[in-house]
């Protein structure tokens, strides 16, 4: 790394996170490597099922059974992460990396009104008392949008649409003040009007806050228009990372260019925010038995007999870009 090079937030070093079913192990998460630099967004991109919320899931420990974290190491500024026990890292989740989920219901519980939950996060992990937590979740409603969040924080989840659940989700998600906040496909359930104000307000607050973030999604629309680097995953392996622009301009692992030819033309800032991931043709592997050499050689137009048999390793191609295919990089 060059001296200038700013010292990464997040980095994790070939991480495993592995399903032990009775039908077998399911390689969720196979030896991926990444960095997430201050003030970055890193967008996570790949079809279903190739590892995306279990990377995230890894960072925070809540991967859930019967998986479990099997090798690597997740280093958070100087901690390493896999070291804490368990009530450390409690104090990791939120305060200093929060999440927002895919499903709201996820980040709020139905039974307590938005104000006593949000405010008891400060009042238990920032010591605020009551009242001044209660001044700081109203701020922070407001500052994501809703409007008379004075009515708001007596309110239960159910009672807000989804739009504005994602919005509480998001305040939650920033209480804290965190440094890292990882996205899991944060408007995937809204519809496309709402998607698009979200994503605005969530860079906005990225921008506001300072803080970097793991967006994971399907949407190559959302990725483009939001991260600065793009880890490209495909059962359960990074296949190609680096620089979003380098991406989208050069892209050299087949599968990401699959998925750039089938993109959508990205003329409007709208259009973009709808072009979903797009299908390539054949299916996605199984991880209790993934194809041997290349795991995206039975999709491949260009794979050979060495594919079938020699596992690409991740290569550099130039500066930051990486690409794990025989025939590409180095
Ligand atoms: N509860 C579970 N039990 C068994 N295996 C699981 C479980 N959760 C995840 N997996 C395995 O981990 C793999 C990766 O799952 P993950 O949720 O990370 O995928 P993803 O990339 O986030 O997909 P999606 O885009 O659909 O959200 C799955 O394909 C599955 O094999
Ligand atoms: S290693 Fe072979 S199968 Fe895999 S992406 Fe490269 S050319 Fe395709
Ligand atoms: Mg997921």
Redesign the pocket.
């Known amino acids: 790394m060059p001296e200038s090079a700013p010292k990464p937030l997040l980095t994790i070093d070939n991480l495993k996170t592995y399903f032990f079913t009775d039908t077998g192990v399911a390689k969720a998460v196979d030896g991926v490597s990444l960095v997430v630099n201050p003030g970055e967004t890193l967008g996570i991109v790949g079809e279903s099922g190739s590892g995306k919320t279990m990377t995230a899931y890894s960072i925070l420990r809540i991967v859930p059974r019967p998986g479990r974290i099997v090798a690597g190491s997740i280093r958070f500024r100087e901690t390493d992460l896999l070291a804490l026990r368990e009530a450390e890292m409690n104090r990791f989740r939120g305060r200093h990396i929060a999440m927002i989920f895919q499903n709201p219901a996820f980040s709020l519980n139905p039974v307590y009104t938005i104000g006593h939950q949000l405010g008891e996060i400060l009042q238990q992990h920032e010591g605020m008392s009551k009242r001044a937590a209660q001044e700081r979740v109203t701020h922070l409603l407001k500052l994501v949008g809703i409007n008379e969040p004075q009515t708001r924080v007596k309110q239960y989840p159910h009672e807000l649409s989804g739009g504005m659940k994602q919005r509480v989700a998001i305040a939650r998600a920033l209480l804290c003040n965190p440094a890292l906040v990882l996205a899991d496909e944060p408007t995937t359930n809204l519809d496309v009007t709402i998607q698009a104000q979200i994503l605005d307000l969530m860079q906005q607050l990225k921008e506001q806050f300072g803080m970097s973030m793991i967006l994971i999604t399907h949407d190559m629309g959302v990725v483009a228009q939001m991260s600065d680097r793009i880890t490209v995953m495909y059962s359960g392996k990074i296949?190609e990372s680096g620089e979003a622009q380098t991406i989208f301009d050069h892209p050299q692992?087949?599968?990401t260019e699959a998925l750039l030819s089938a993109m959508p033309r990205v003329d409007s800032p709208q259009h973009a925010r709808t072009s979903r991931l797009p299908v390539i043709p054949g299916t996605i592997p199984s991880l209790l038995s993934p194809p041997a050499?290349?795991?995206?050689?039975p999709r491949?137009?260009?794979?050979?007999e060495?594919?079938q048999q020699?596992e690409?390793p991740l290569k550099r191609v130039a500066g930051d870009h990486y690409v794990?295919?025989?025939?590409?990089g180095e």
């Open positions: 296949c692992h087949p599968y050499g290349c795991r995206f050689h491949c137009h260009y794979a050979t060495e594919c020699k690409p794990a295919c025989l025939y590409r």
